[in-house]
Each structure stands twice: as C-alpha cells, then as structure tokens.
C-alpha cells in the first residue's frame, strides 16, 4: 500500500484548502488503494475571507493546521512531523491558501516566498526522487521546490502562467480533465478548479493526477 503525505493550507477555496479538492484527493487515494496522512503549517492564514461574500474578515484571525483539521476530520499533524522516509509520495490540493499560506504567489507573484518549513518538506520529496502532485494553484508553490525547466501546469490563465514561468519553471497549457507529468522530476499537476466548472471535472483530472502519481515508481 502507497503511503501518501497531503499537505492542506486551510479550509475554504478563497483563503485555505479548496474543500473539493481535498476531499476528492483523499478519496482518489483510497480508491488506488492508498493510503495518507494530513499534515498542514501551524500559523495565522494570510486573512480570512466571508466565502458568503467573498470579502475578507477584518480583524478576524484563523490558523492553518486547526481550519486544515475540519477537512482531515481532526486527524492532521503539524508540517514540521512530515518525515520523508515515512511516505512513497507528496500531494497537494489547490485553494487559494496554497498561494496564499503554503507561499505568497497570491500577493507577491514572480516574487513568491514559499513557507519555510513546506518548502523544506517539499524539496525532501523531490530530492528523494519520490513522485509528488500538486493541483489548481499549488503548481506555482512547486515552482520554488523543483529545478529550473521543470514542466508543470495551472490550466491556460496566461498572467498565472507567465508569473510561473518567470520563477523558471516551464508552464504547459493543459485541459482539465488532463495532467502535465515531468517524469524526470517525478512531478505530476493537473487544472482542477483553474479550469473546471464543476465537481465531476475537478474530479476528472484529481483523479488522473493522484493515479498517475501512485503508478510511478
């Protein structure tokens, strides 16, 4: 059985973990006959945003690892307890939080800053070889993680792609029920909610991604 490590950035599309990502990131797991283990950063998100109004929260506070909790039903640990050798692979759903907790894409574009500690734990999986999938927005995190060229995607939004690609990664446009697989890299993204207008199509594409990252050896 493939152990998978699932890094979450919260809970909620505009400021954490897109919810339906994750949901059906875990389930695709499952269903491949995996594993996983939640894990998340312990610290203030970015900010927190009314998702009834899409308006952010003034003065409101929330942490990453306790939002991440609502979605790994309260069995997630802290990044920093992320042990490479513990797991066969890495997956990351998208949601705002990955540009705005995992790093700071969101607000700093080509200049994005990765969390310390994501980053550390994200660059063990690729130096170890070990396959990883990143989806929706979380592709522009992998860019800090992975060589220069590394192939990857976010869909086909041309600003996103070019702040991706000046970082130095090399943007692939692609549909949504598809992935972009950089097999040196061991590296596996898919569009997800960048592109779909529903959950069947997220699902197209999550699945594909978790499936094709599960089978690379």
């Keep these: 059985m493939k152990k998978v490590a699932v890094i979450l ?3 909620g599309v ?3 973990a897109e919810l339906h990502e994750a949901v059906l990131t875990l389930l695709a797991i499952e269903q491949c006959g995996g594993s996983y283990q939640c894990f998340a950063p312990d610290k203030p ?3 927190v945003v009314n998702h009834l109004t899409s308006e952010v ?3 409101e506070t929330r942490n990453v690892l306790v939002e991440s909790a609502r979605i790994a039903r309260g069995d997630i ?3 920093t307890e992320c042990h490479v050798e513990d797991f066969d692979a890495l997956i990351l759903p998208g949601g705002f939080g990955a540009a705005k907790n995992l790093c ?3 607000v700093a574009g080509q200049d994005s800053e990765p969390d310390k500690e994501v980053l ?3 660059q063990a999986f690729a130096n170890a070889k070990k396959p990883a999938g990143y989806a929706c927005i979380a592709p522009a995190l992998a860019a800090s993680v992975y060589d220069t060229g590394v192939k990857l995607t976010i869909g086909n939004d041309e600003a ?3 702040g991706i690609n000046a970082m130095g990664a090399t943007h692939v446009n692609c549909a949504v029920d598809e992935v972009v697989v950089d097999n040196e890299a061991k590296l596996v993204t898919t569009p997800a909610y960048m592109l779909a207008q529903s959950i069947s199509e997220a699902h197209e594409g999550i699945s594909k991604m978790v499936e094709t990252v599960l089978a690379m050896k």
């Design 9 to 11: 950035s919260g809970s």
């Design 45 to 47: 998100q970015l900010h």
């Design 77 to 79: 640990k802290p990044v």
């Design 14 to 16: 505009f400021d954490g």
């Design 160 to 162: 996103t792609a070019n």
């Design 120 to 122: 550390r734990i994200c």
């Design 104 to 106: 700071t894409f969101a």
């Design 57 to 59: 929260s003034e003065g």
